[in-house]
Every structure is written in structure tokens, then in C-alpha cells.
């Protein structure tokens, strides 16, 4: 039996590890390891002898569970494209809408899930991503299924026009898109399997830089380069992610790569993926259709393919095709040689940060050039709130090794260079054109330099914003490993 004064002290003991919890939000190893010698030397030799036991038995059944845990995965894939006659992203100078179809526009989803929580990574053949209040909605709807999402659009230029804000309301295809979204989160989430993963790197050029700085400091505007002359910088980087079920079977090949999927100009009507959806093709017939392949568009701000804006006449497809293969050959050549593995202890690390960012240019003047650039028409999927921009930037980390930044918008290629760079962990993968779309992210070397997407009006955030970004994204992988604390050494002896 335990005397009446000791059932008093082991409560005023298990009141203070409460306090302690309650203020700092963090469980003080030292503060439970104390308080727990205090209880054991208050209590009968037989009680300890058994609270021993029970304690073991705990820890035992701790790890089992921990060691049990595994990472689950499931992929999903839905049609969302729109009918004729909406208008299509990317040309200023294109005035009729889409007239049918080429190749369908798809949404891919891969619900990853590990120690409770899951995020659903959602690739869409889309100009950009959605905007605050689809976005919110899709959130909404997928609530109950997935902790957290990344919508991230491959950025072709042959798909329909998306906006912040509709005035006459959300269009029907794009409402029908998002709940064919939610519902194949849905669907995966209930087929979740465990799995295992592995990435890999290669190396493939199909585009160019498009900004050509000359030797006496202007910049050329280089948008198609059939000769392929070597330009800077530029990244043939190849990054391949693949989740496989236990067995070893494919159930996911994540390309990530950075270009425009501009190989059709403005006089292509019809819906199409442009190069990432015939990579796409490649990569899964490779491996007979068993796996479902993503393209992840990284930061190809300043980026263009060799055959960019091809006229129909002139073979737009087979340069399309061309495209797509060179870059799919690639890939699948990577992940072929890619040993996915299980971690013993997976883990699931999102965060999710709001970047308030200014206006770079003068309001009024800033609109003047937009309309003068693009059109009254033309520049309406370009209309942020001028009195509040706000960045998304999403950082994940899985099993403490493989880190992915999301940028809301179009980021130069330096940015993905750098992110590698800066990473505290090796694998490190960029997407662009994520959760979000404010304009292009110039580095401030290119801000400097000028040309399109540097300072036409396209660009519209303040310099240094991708700094910014990088830097957010840096901060939280690195708090995420445990390498930044919230309080001070002194408060941690």
C-alpha cells in the first residue's frame, strides 16, 4: 500500500512535468527522468518491482510499434480536360479559344502516408496552379483525407486559362476538375499500400537558357534555338523519385526537371501537355504501364526547349515528341537503376509557410504596362491583389533525406542550382508553379541584367523574393532535422 502522503507528492510531481508541457509546448526528457526517480523511491519495493515490469513491457511495445510503421503510398489519375471553347494559358497574341483536344490534360495524385500524417502531391497538365479560393476548397474537400497538399501545375501553354479571382464566378470545368481531385485523394487514401522509395540522377538537355546576355551587358531575348548552342546558366539535372509497392513494383516515377513545355507556339488550339505528357507516356510504357509517372516542373523562369514555339506546319508534334522522349529516355534509364528501399522509422515533415511580400513596381503604371504588354484581356490571368501578396512556400521532408521546396510562381533556373546547393540534405527536389502563382521569381543577378520575366511586367513581386523562398525553405529542413531549436542553449542545459 501506498501511504496517503505519497499518493499526494506523486501527484504534485505529475502537476509539474504538466506545467512544464503546457508552457514550452515540448516534453523536457530531464524534467520526466527526474520526477520519475522521485516516484520510484516513494513506492514499496514489491510496487517498483512491478512498475518495472510494466514499464519494460511498454518500451517493448513502443518498439515494436515504431519498428512495425511503415510508409504507404497509392497513386491516382483523373481526366480534367475542358471543353472547346475556353481560353488558353501563355500567349498574349493567341485570340481565338481552344477549338478540341490533342492530347488530354490529367491530374495525377500520390497520397504518401507515415506516422499519421499524409500529403497528397497533386501534378496537373495546367498553365499554373489554382487559385487562394480553389485552392482553399480543394483543402476542404480533401480534409478528412489527407493532412496536407501541394497542387503543382506543369506549366503548358496549350491548356485553359486559370485566375486568382473570376468575376462572373469559377468556371464549370474548373469546379468539375477540383472534384474530380478530391475525389481521387479520396479513392488513394482508402488503397494506401506499403512502400518503399528511392531516387536517382541523370542528366539530359533539351532547352536552353532564353535570356542571352551579350558582351557589352544587354540582354537578347533567345526563344528558340534549333542549333542548340550551349547557353548559361542551365540545368540538364534529371531527378528521379520512385515509390514502389513492398514487392518492388513501381507505383510511382516522379521526374523532376526544369523547361517550358512551350514546343507549341500560339497558333496550337488545341488542349495538349505539350513535351511532359509524351515524357510521361515514355517512362510508363518502359515499365508496362505499371507505375504512374509524374512530371515535376522545377524553376524554369528563364528556361525554353531547343524547338520552342514551333508553327503546326513546321512539324510542331514530332518536335513535341522529340522533346518529351529525349527527356523520358532519361528518365527511365534512371529509375531503372533506382534500389527503393523501406525505412525502419518513416516520417512524414511538412510546413507550409506565408511569405508577405511588396508590389515591385508602381500600382497604377505597373497596370499600364501590363494591358500595353499583354492585352486588357491578356492580362487578366496576371492580377494579384496589389494590397496584400502573399507566398506559399511549402517545404517537405521525407524520412529525414528527401526535401522538396514549393515555390508559387516561376523561379529562374538559379534557384534550383542553389536549392541543391544549400540543402542540408542530398536529395533535394525544386518544383515551381506550386499551391499558388505570383509572376516570375528573377535571381537578382537577372533582375539586374533585365529581359523577359526580369523586369517586364510579367514579373510584378519585389527583388529578392526567391532569396527569400530558398532561405525559408533552408530554415525549416533544417529545423525539421533537429538542427535548429526553438529556445536558447541556456534554457536547454
Known sequence: MIALWDVNSITSEMNYIHRVRSIDGQFRAGTA???CAVIMARISPRLKAISAVVLVLLLILSGIAAWGASLKAAVGKVDITPPPGIRLWGYSDRKSPATGTLDPLYARVLVLEAGGQSLALISVDLGRSFGPASLDRLRHAAR???????????HTHSGPVLQDEYPGGTPAWETAALAKIANAIAEAEKHLTNAQIGTGYGSTFIGHNRLRVNTHGTVSWFERNLTQVPTAPVDGTVSVLRVDSADGQPLAILVNYACHP???GSDNLQYSADFPGVMARTVEDAFESKPLCFFLQGAPGDINPYYAVTPIEQDAIGMRDWTGQMLGDEAVRIAKEVHTHADAQPELQF???????????????????MIAVFGSTGSEPFAPRLDEIRLRVTTVLIDRRIAILSMPGEPFIEYQITWRQRCPVADAFLIG????????????????LGGYGATNPATWVEVGAGDRMLDTGVTRINQMLGRLH?????FRK
Request: glycine share 4%; charged share 25%.
Open 33 to 35: 527522468t527526474y520526477s
Open 144 to 154: 478528412n483525407d489527407v493532412s496536407f497538399l501541394i497542387v503543382a501545375a506543369t
Open 262 to 264: 512551350v514546343v507549341f
Open 351 to 369: 510546413a507550409e509557410d506565408s511569405l508577405s511580400v511588396r508590389l515591385r513596381w508602381d500600382p497604377d503604371k505597373w497596370r499600364e504596362a
Open 433 to 448: 508553379y506550386a499551391n499558388g502563382y505570383n509572376g516570375y521569381f528573377p535571381s537578382i543577378r537577372s533582375a539586374t
Open 486 to 490: 526553438e529556445l536558447p542553449e541556456d
